[in-house]
């Protein structure tokens, strides 16, 4: 629940405002881009949402923030905005939402299939999604990228008797894991997914690629708004900002036109444009 007497002053005046217990996750800017901004170390509103459009997506960011910093100066309904969770961001993949400040507002996915659904890193426990997977279909796997994101993957594997996947080397974060990785070969999963360590956030960060064509990157990379591009950076390489670079590098022969990260924007573009997206990018990360 947002505070008004915390309320930051760079707000502009209106009916939103975010407060200064504000991680800076960037989820809220992810859901509104056109309401919220980002500040230095907090975000903060930009443009109070005008049309039916911006006061929705406003609406889903403030069900969506991980630390309830943000608030309407007037009571708003907000059962409609906690209902759309999760949110499909193309056929079959949803965005979860209901993102948790243990995981530093990471995002995480549901992915349907017909073999049994996925889910792509955790949100905090809510049972919205928890019914709205059951709706779904359940869940038969959890896939963990690395141990920051984990959530509450515990209990959403406990309920749909799911099978959560984790490198060994991240094993400290969910020590009961179904299914442990070993080593850094790929490993294909399942028919559609490929499963690719990629050291470098941290020493056993994964990331899943699905059908070919969409790449759930954790922490690994992510798309970034300001620099209009696939990102990594050295200052979250947590493990070896040389093994991410080798990392990054490993990528490039594997297809994929959509990522869907832990932090950073989604983007989903054409195989061809995301391959020469990357390109660019290990270019950058090279010098
Ligand atoms: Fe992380």
Excluded at 139 to 157: G, K, Q, S
Excluded at 248 to 277: C, D, N, W
């Amino acid at each position: 629940m947002a505070d008004l007497r915390k309320k930051l002053t760079e707000n502009v005046d209106g009916l939103f405002f975010v407060d200064s217990t504000c991680i800076d996750c960037d989820t809220c800017r992810q859901l509104a881009p056109e309401v919220f901004t980002d500040i230095g170390n907090y975000a903060a509103v930009v443009k109070q949402p005008e049309t039916d459009d911006e006061l929705r997506s406003a609406l889903r960011a403030l069900v969506a923030c991980p630390t309830g910093s943000i608030g309407t100066i007037e009571k708003v309904d907000i059962k409609s905005a906690i209902a759309e969770f999760p949110i499909e961001i193309e056929p079959g993949i949803f965005y979860n939402g209901f993102v948790s400040p243990d995981s530093y507002g990471a995002s995480s996915y549901f992915l349907r299939h017909p073999d049994g659904n996925w889910m792509i890193d955790a949100p905090k426990w809510m049972p919205q999604l928890r019914d709205r997977f059951r709706e779904m279909g359940g869940l038969r796997y959890i896939f963990l990228t690395h141990r920051d994101d984990v959530a509450d993957a515990e209990r959403y594997a406990a309920e749909f008797g799911a099978e959560r996947i984790i490198h060994k080397l991240e094993l400290s974060a969910q020590p009961d894991a179904e299914k442990i990785i070993d080593g850094f070969e790929p490993i294909s999963f399942a028919p559609d997914f490929q499963i690719i360590p990629v050291p470098g956030h941290t020493k056993g960060s994964m990331v899943l690629l699905y059908k070919n064509e969409v790449l759930f990157s954790g922490d690994h990379m992510w798309w970034s708004r300001n620099r209009n591009g696939l990102s990594a950076s050295r200052s979250v390489a947590w493990y070896s900002w040389k093994e991410q670079v080798k990392s990054v590098k490993l990528l490039e022969q594997y297809p994929f036109r959509a990522i869907y990260p832990g932090h950073g924007e989604r983007k989903a573009l054409t195989t061809e444009t995301m391959s020469t997206e990357l390109r660019k990018l290990i270019q950058v990360i090279s010098r």
